[in-house]
């Protein structure tokens, strides 16, 4: 009578198998890295064009500004050397602030400036290295899909096969497997070898063992790992 489940639980163990094989392919998990690498990537272009604009406003301010402090200082010159002698103090003065003034602002714009370059070297490298990545992510996509495309036809008929073999299954002990799949046990049923549990090796009492004459399809629960044992 277990036959059947117990083919059931075979074919899917060949499926899961194959189907793991898959999952654990170097070229996968390397699609998985790059485009996650390749993401980042461009979540920092996108940072740094947004960086990059904003500190282009203010180095087109800022440079506005300075020129216009400039000419601000270019007409006080002429002034001062039109201007009488009792005022050329006050002169003086006024002139020694707008020279502070604009080297401050000379100072920001070189500031500036610097951020740009420093935006624009790392732009310049993140671009590169992102189109080195992609032609890496797409080789190894490319081999991935390859190894798929081997695996798939193996990995369809096994899945045809389970359903063939699902159709032959009394619907209680389909529903009690998939039960046990469900809390991701695997295999859910397993031998008794030497009176111990074929899946945890756990010893299996006297008078448990003695329900295997009594349980439908001698079939017992195993209390450590919740495995269904069977005898062979
Ligand atoms: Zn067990």
């Known amino acids: 009578m277990l036959e059947n489940i117990l083919e059931y639980q075979e074919i899917e163990g060949k499926l899961v198998a194959e189907e793991n094989e898959l999952l654990k392919s170097k070229d996968r998990e390397k699609v998985a890295e790059y485009s996650q690498l390749l993401k980042n990537q461009h979540a920092r272009i996108l940072t740094l064009e947004t960086q990059a604009q904003k500190v282009n406003d203010s180095y ?13 200082l270019e007409v006080l010159e002429k002034e001062m050397e039109n201007a009488d002698s009792s005022k050329i103090a006050v002169y003086e003065k006024a002139y020694k602030d707008f020279a ?16 740009i370059q420093q935006i624009s070297k790392e732009y310049e490298e993140i671009i590169t290295k992102s189109k080195a990545d992609r032609i890496k992510f797409d080789k190894y996509k490319a081999a991935f899909a390859k190894v798929k495309a081997e695996k798939e036809p193996k990995i369809e008929e096994l899945k045809n096969k389970l359903q063939a073999s699902k159709e032959k299954l009394d619907s ?19 031998a008794l070898i030497a009176n111990k549990c074929g899946g945890c090796r756990m010893e299996i009492s006297a008078s448990k063992l003695g329900q295997m004459k009594t349980n439908d399809y001698g079939v017992i629960e195993c209390e450590n790992c919740g495995r269904l044992i069977y005898k062979k």
């Open 100 to 115: 502070a003034i604009s080297n401050s602002l000379e100072k920001d714009i070189t500031n500036i400036y610097n951020h």
């Open 172 to 190: 209680k002990l389909l529903n009690v497997y998939l039960q046990k799949r469900e809390a991701k046990k695997f295999p859910v049923f397993v």
């Open 60 to 72: 087109k301010k800022a440079t506005a500004k300075y020129e216009e402090f400039l000419k601000k």
